[in-house]
């Protein structure tokens, strides 16, 4: 690789540049400031705006980073395309919420001298996930995936103040260990089948044949597992409730959005570019036949999304519930997976930002009602709805918008991957779908039985708000309510986000 083609690859990861850039000068403005972090959260909101900037004023332009062959266009490291920076402006956002969600936390707050090193970790995540997004070969793929697993790694344990921290912690590192090492061992694999990591070189190998089925088949399962880990997708899911509910809440955030974005990201990208072969005149992908791909992916869904909801159904701890609820999410984003065209992917796209929304906004008044009450329990929300209306009317559009209900924005999510779903002629998995949904309102609508019906033991104190701690919760509402009824802006945005899926 010459110096010129060098400064052509530095040119367009500026957005990755950046966030480099604002974690050096986070490191060394916490060695400056030794006792005073007030500055840390502001110098962190102003990286991920820039980096925004440039992601929003690039999204149209396309290009390979890092070419291993000067002849060739298609044998960069990265692909950066809309696609990937639909995901970035996600991971962007979600970022600069968890920033505020962050700053007004007691558990973040009570590091005291240690949030520098927060901040820190956290923009290891997101230089990680904006990797993974954008990443064409299976080396690169991976090496993103440990810079995210390893600072997540440490964050999942950060606070050390109970025995459930350090389990977190503990448990997260030893799934995650094995996951990379079976991912590992699947590109291992695939490099002595194909002779090649990248992506688009995998898919001409494959054309070609002379490729042995079995072992290739089973490569890809072992990678797959890889991934399903980080999406958390049964029965890869193990690690995630008791990761969730150990966590500082404002990670656990974090992981359950930004996390499960950059995984889909990247299981979309491996599939689309390594193992299609065409695009029917319908927009079907015509795919390599190594294994059923739908059946595989249709099992993993139905699994997920059952699971996640009848393990949230006897969870007390709400941080708990959310954990397995995130799981049935991941089977519902699942299903537009199993479409396999572009319809399926634009219902993903649309679906993961009201997602963000949604979930962040529960998992910060769970945070509010945390650091007041000191309790996650969801009978220690008795009455908290009539002494706190502004929470209780707040949480209950989460929890419905979680639901699928009109007419919140979940809704509107929901019935874009029945969309794609019955386009695709696979009635019965909408169908599934839908009684899974069902499933799920019981336990969203039991959290909201405590805070409105339910008598409380003793006297319920009233939780009081910050201005900040409103604006957080109005900021997330709104586009909730907004997005369920009006919600071109955000469905033509994502279309034009999938140009690279055309051939």
């Not at 404002?250 to 065409?278: D, H, M």
């Amino acid at each position: 690789m010459d110096f010129s083609s060098l400064y052509d690859s530095l040119a367009l990861i500026k957005p990755e540049i950046i966030i480099s850039v604002t974690l050096v000068l986070i490191v060394v403005l916490d060695l400056i400031y030794d006792k005073n972090k007030k500055l840390v959260p502001y110098l962190a909101l102003l990286g991920l705006i820039v980096s925004g900037i440039y992601i929003l004023s690039d999204i149209a332009n396309e290009g390979f980073a890092f070419k291993m062959s000067a002849t060739s266009n298609k044998f960069g490291l990265l692909a950066l395309d809309s696609f990937g920076s639909y995901f970035k402006l996600l991971i962007i956002l979600t970022s600069v919420l968890i920033v505020f969600f962050a700053k007004h936390s007691v558990e973040i707050e009570n590091t005291g001298k240690r949030q520098g090193e927060f901040y820190t970790l956290l923009f290891g995540m997101i230089l990680g996930m904006m990797f993974m997004v954008s990443a064409s070969d299976l080396i690169m793929i991976y090496v993103s995936m440990e810079l995210l697993s390893f600072s997540s790694y440490v964050l999942a344990g950060f606070i050390k103040l109970r025995d459930r921290n350090s389990e977190a912690s503990l448990k997260y590192i030893i799934f995650g260990g094995v996951a990379s090492g079976v991912m590992l061992f699947g590109i291992s694999l695939i490099y002595g089948l194909t002779g090649t990591t990248n992506l688009y070189s995998i898919n001409a190998a494959l054309q070609s044949g002379n490729i042995n089925l079995i072992v290739l088949g089973f490569s890809l399962l072992l990678i797959v597992a890889g991934i399903g880990y980080k999406i958390s997708a049964v029965p890869f899911h193990f690690w995630t409730p008791d990761v969730y509910e150990g966590a500082p809440i404002s990670i656990t955030a974090f992981l359950s959005v930004a996390s499960k974005a950059a995984g889909f990201a990247i299981l979309i990208r491996f599939i689309k570019t390594a193992f299609v072969t065409n695009v029917d005149g319908s927009g079907n992908w015509l795919l390599v036949p190594v294994f059923d791909w739908k059946t595989l992916i249709s099992v993993f869904a139905i699994l997920t999304m059952t699971l996640g909801n009848f393990a949230a159904l006897w969870q007390d701890n709400l941080k708990r519930m959310l954990a397995y609820s995130s799981i049935a999410h991941a089977g519902y984003l699942l299903l537009g997976v199993v479409v396999f065209s572009q319809i399926g992917i634009e219902a993903i796209l649309i679906y993961f930002a009201i997602y963000m929304l949604m979930n962040l906004g529960s998992f910060y008044i769970v945070m509010l009602i945390a650091d007041k009450t000191g309790s996650e329990d969801i009978h220690d929300y008795s009455g908290l709805g009539y002494v706190t209306p502004f929470l209780g009317v707040s949480f209950a559009v989460f929890l419905v918008s979680l639901t699928g209900l009109p007419p919140t924005a979940g809704f509107i999510g929901k019935l874009y991957l029945f969309i794609a779903l019955i386009d695709a002629k696979m009635t019965t998995l909408a169908v599934i779908a839908v009684l899974n949904s069902v499933v799920s309102l019981y336990y969203y609508i039991r959290v909201l039985k405590h805070m409105f019906l339910t008598k409380p033991n003793g006297e319920v104190k009233e939780i009081k708000l910050s201005t900040a701690n409103v604006v957080y919760v109005i900021v997330l509402l709104i586009p909730v309510l907004v997005l369920g009824i009006y919600f071109s802006p955000l469905v033509n945005f994502a279309e034009s986000c999938l140009a690279f899926l055309s051939f």
